[in-house]
């Protein structure tokens, strides 16, 4: 049995699961599974490596994308550029494991952002700054396209407050990017508190939450004629680019 899965906590509910399982099935990998390891802290990532001798590869989400980087022994230059890791490749090797640290966010995002982009969409406010939001500022960097930073605690005097989002800060970021939790099952009532009846057509609000398809962000932006947005696209590319990932080292497979 060769078995992949996903790092985290909570993870309350994902769509890893069936994706990988029905990518293993079109490739006619019978022995192939895919699981949900609900990791309250990222110390206990060797003991499940060490325990499940089977793992070949693990993708890492909240909150876990930062803090898993010193108990890598290979990072990706992209991973490294970011800052932050959601693939892992387990390479096992006659008993010997080694862990190595990309970032496929960086794919996910930028291929599902880019054609939704429009001449307007000049400066971007990404709300949270979380490991998530670090592949969202890598992107929009390499586009050229300038950032602010929202957080409830800003580390920063570049960074704002939720409170300090005015109309006018509203009006100069017509792309607006939710790295946050906030909005994803079970806590689907929950949203960012922006001002959303300043929000017009020529906004783009993409949440990188993806259960539910329509966030409520999403669904308070789209009554006001803004263009919105989900994580779904995003999270299969990303899984893709894992998947070619974990193939490389998939032979010679030695235990």
Not at 74 to 97: E, Q
Not at 129 to 139: I, P
Not at 140 to 158: A, C, G
Not at 162 to 188: F, M, R
Request: charged share 15%; proline share 6%.
């Amino acid at each position: 049995m060769t078995s992949y899965g996903l790092i985290g906590f909570p993870i309350v509910q994902s769509s890893s699961v069936d994706y990988f399982t029905a990518k293993f099935q079109a490739e006619g990998l019978q022995d192939f599974h895919y699981h949900l390891f609900p990791l309250q802290e990222v110390s206990g990532l060797p003991a499940l490596i060490a325990d499940n001798t089977s793992l070949c590869g693990l993708n890492v989400t909240i909150p876990h994308k930062v803090t898993v980087i010193p108990m890598l022994d290979k990072l990706d230059t992209t991973a490294a550029a970011v800052g932050a890791v959601n693939t892992i490749a387990i390479v096992r090797n006659y008993g010997n494991v080694s862990l190595e640290g990309y970032n496929t966010d960086v794919i996910g995002f930028e291929q599902s952002l880019l054609p939704l982009l429009r001449p307007g969409h000049k400066r971007a406010l990404v709300l949270g700054t979380g490991g998530a939001s670090k592949a969202v500022a890598y992107v929009l960097r390499n586009n050229n396209i300038p950032i602010t930073f929202v957080s409830r605690n800003p580390k920063s005097q570049d960074q704002l407050r939720y409170e300090d989002i005015s109309g006018k800060v509203l009006a100069a970021h017509s792309l607006i990017i939710n790295t946050t939790p906030l909005g994803k099952y079970p806590h689907i009532s929950t949203f960012p508190p922006l001002t959303y009846e300043l929000l017009t057509s020529g906004h783009l609000l993409y949440d990188l939450n993806y259960i539910p398809e329509l966030t409520r962000f999403m669904q308070l932006g789209s009554a006001k004629g803004a263009t919105v947005m989900g994580g779904l696209r995003m999270l299969q590319l990303q899984a893709d680019a894992a998947w070619e990932i974990w193939k490389k080292h998939m032979l010679p497979f030695r235990k």
